[in-house]
């Protein structure tokens, strides 16, 4: 059996570690009536699994991605968690603005990866 490519290895740890991350972050928004210090605690036990996968992402990642390449991604994969997640679990709709800012970020991550001769 082979291993799974790098590329797929690390856009899959990123896009696990950032299901984690943006509930650690955004998840308590739903439990107002909670202490904050118990939203702190409990964000930072979810946060912990975040770092469990973004680490060896990183790790993996680095050689065959840039620095600012795995950066890129990350943001990507942040704002498209993040997008589905406000929609679905905070029940916030996107905008024409949002969805146009996440365009324009799009297009910074095509100059990022595009190779110029």
């Known amino acids: 059996m082979t ?7 690390t856009i899959g740890l990123l896009l696990a ?3 984690f991350m943006t509930f650690a972050w955004y998840g308590h928004l739903k439990f107002k009536e909670s202490a904050v210090i118990t939203v702190i605690l409990v964000s930072w036990g979810i946060a ?4 469990v996968l973004q680490v060896p992402a990183n790790r993996i990642g680095h050689g ?3 620095a600012a390449e795995l950066k890129t991604i990350q943001e990507v ?3 498209s968690v993040f997008a589905v ?5 905070l029940k916030e709709p996107l905008m024409w603005n949002h969805l146009l800012g ?3 970020i799009a297009l910074g991550a095509f100059f990022i990866f595009h190779k110029w001769a």
């Open 3 to 9: 291993a799974l490519p790098i590329p797929v290895v």
């Open 17 to 19: 570690s950032n299901v």
């Open 48 to 51: 912990f699994f975040e770092y």
């Open 64 to 66: 065959y991605f840039s």
């Open 77 to 79: 994969i942040t704002l």
């Open 85 to 89: 997640f406000s929609v679905f679990y």
């Open 102 to 104: 996440f365009a324009f």
